[in-house]
């Protein structure tokens, strides 16, 4: 009582209200100029420090409720009235059973049947009427809140209030974050203001500052250190691999930093969700640094309860069973939570695996440590140097372990996994020497941290809001700021300046722009990882998303060219209508024989060519054919025919076939359509037919297959790697195959290169690509600025699909038409007016 | 109560700090958030509340609310002794 009279006087202190208020509004500036998370952060970000600003003046008695209704009406700003009257609806209904004067099995009863129906709706089993925006939101929201509420339910002295019953459901930021920390309802009503209010918000303000820091750091991993495993060639790349995977978690901590930093801003004086965990010196204390929330939930909800219930059968054997099956509902979890927030429950070995060997090497290290002890201490520790060597050496033995550990989650394949370590074998002396100084340095680093800090770091002895002061911070948020921009960073040089420009860009990798590319055409995608940006990318995508049920427009031809569109069918998508013509092509009518006067063009293209995502007459060729004849019709009797042979998900081996297939309609030119990616496509369609054990009819492709060594039986990354080194030679030989076949059709051959919606790597594989159609024959259309001066987000379908939309067809017919009316006779073999 | 407290900080002292200065150990001295009892100290802990004071602890009492302190292991356990 005396406690909370204290805190309700604490009074107002001007000077240290608009130093916070300051801080938050660099974070803001910093927010929006690092593109940091997406555009419903930084509103959402807005919302909270306005939301701040009012909250400090309101009385204690009513800040819990107040940042309930705030919380809501944040949650209405981002998703919309509907579905935000939708969630609330819902939590309302789950409030008041909770809250009901029920016995409470009938109350976890009912709970349990609720959320049945609405997994029910989840699972699309039966049609849902409302917006499926709420779905990654409200399970979020209640996924695990519920379960930790309904606990603390049970064993509460007295029902939670309406206030911290509304504000703990739905807590800001949850609705920009569907990846969002455990908090326990306990420590999340018993942590308001129970320390000085100044303390409490500026800590929050340490950690949303961390939590930037973390992001940033993670997109530097992200953008320039995440390889594939394939392209493992060396020990430093597999180094470089093992060490990316597990530092891409840097992204949740420094998301649940970020959110945990909100809610200090509003009197929740909660502890960390992380602890310098890359510093951990065991699996026991790996596992207690690393999400904390989900540990002490595990621990509360489950591992007390089941470790009570075995005590009898003695310490040992209870300690065991009671983290074996924790370790097992953390697996079942993982699913539990990825189906809340993308609608589907998967089982994946990876999973299992990862969670299997966590779970043994905690089991073995708690009873060490049941056995051994920790050796704590309270004071500050002094290290000598051999503790100080014993405990680096522990460090860098659990990090290697779990980044061992962490790249097996995340890889594809369990052979593909253990190959990358074929490497270790071509280790020299010199690069072991190397390997050996670099850890020697790493330990006096360590010896010499450990004295500077003068205290432990391996006790996680955080103690809540402290009195250290926040030039830490200022400094830090004044230095982002400034070096966000780009007259001041571009002063640094080209290299400071691109790595800054890569940290402000907040767009997906190489990896996952590769996987979400070949997301379009297969479901076979592995987004369940949280490291990858991806799965939030997928989470938005709607489910139905320019599928066209019962209608699938290929047809399998069994050959090498695989598939190519049905004849003559025609069916509706969200983008309207998609309508193939006799001859299986998403195009008008043609007759097989060319009118005379005609000049016939083929072209040889994928999805961007097809018109993924745009109606019949919206697609550049389409437009770019109808341009060309209206220009030719004032001057000339020539007339010009555009045959569009490409279908989604070509790649540019099938165009072989595709142009053989094309022989019939006497075409006088072919335009081929490269994509970025080209060398890259090329082998991963002759590893697909390998695999597939297709019939490859080519004895120059067959020549390439043997070279590489690679068999149907082999493993996907294996065979990625083996064909690495004859991406070129296989792509310099398609063109050469085009280019004969071309000359023996008396066909003048075009090239060029359709850009993708946003800058990326494929920029510079492109001029690769560019030199080789060069040097087959090809004349080199350019299309490289055709969507200068428009964003992404002008010309892009989606968020989750960067095909061109209208606009982006528009722009790319201009850039055709400006160049081929520029250069007609290069372009079309001869000129527009007679 | 003095008797239950010297206990106690007894065996926190000898059970997870040893060697560490009696002094520094205090009635209010977080003992969950600063790390002193984890979950295999807490489980320890409980064992030994149980088997020396004949009482029954609940899981859900393994919370900072009743262990947080040693001041608040004090409070559960006459709370249950005096049930």
Known sequence: MEKATSIALQPIKWLKYIFLVVQLAFIVFIVHRYAIENNAFFTIMIFISVGFMVHYFIPIQHRMFSFGLLSMAGTAVIMGWESSLWIFSIVAVILLICRSGLKFSYKVGLILAGSGVLAVFRADIMPFYGPEAIWPILGSMLMFRLITFMYDLKHAKKIPTFGQSVAYFFMLPNVVFPLFPVVDFTNFTRSHYNGERHKIYQVGVDWITRGIIHLLIYRIVYYYMAISPSDVASPSDLMQYLSSNFLLYLRVSGLFHIIVGCLHLFGFNLQETHHLYYLSASFTDFWRRINIYWKDFMMKVFYYPIFFRLKSLGMTKAIVISTIIVFFLTLAFHSYQWFWLRGQFPIIWQDAVFWGILGCLVIINSLWELKKGKGQNLAAKVWSVKSSVIYSTKVLLTFTCICTLWSLWSAESWLGWLSMFKVLGQLTYSEIFFALAIFAGYLICGYLLQIWTRKRIAGGNYKGATDRRPYTTVCLLVLMSVMSIGEVYTKFGPDIANTIATMRAGKLSKLDTQALEKGYYEELVRVNRFNSQLWEVYMKKPAEWLQNPGADLKYYTGDFMQYELLKSTSSSTQYGLMTTNQWGMRDQEYPLTAKPNTLRIILLGASIETGWGVEDDETFEGMLESELNQLLSKGSKNTIEILNLSAPGYKPLQQLPVLEKAQKFHPNMIYYAASGREMMRAASFLQESVKNAVDIPYPGLRDIVSKANITADMDATVMEKALMPYREELLAWLYNELAIKAKNMRCKLVWFLVPGVEGGDWETTAEQSTELARQAGFEILNLHNVYQGYTVNDIALAEWDKHPNKLGHRLLMDGLFKEITGSPERYLGMKISD | ?83
């Open chain 2, 1 to 83: 109560m003095e008797n239950i407290t010297s206990e106690l900080k007894a065996y926190i002292l000898s059970e997870f700090l040893p060697g560490e200065d009696a002094s520094n150990l205090e009635d209010d001295t977080p003992l969950i958030s600063s790390g002193i009892l984890d979950s295999l100290a807490t489980l320890k802990l409980v064992v030994f509340l149980e088997e020396k004071y004949n009482v029954k602890i609940a899981p859900h009492e393994t919370q900072e609310e009743y262990i947080g302190s040693i001041a608040n292991i004090v409070t559960l356990v006459e709370s249950k002794l005096s049930a």
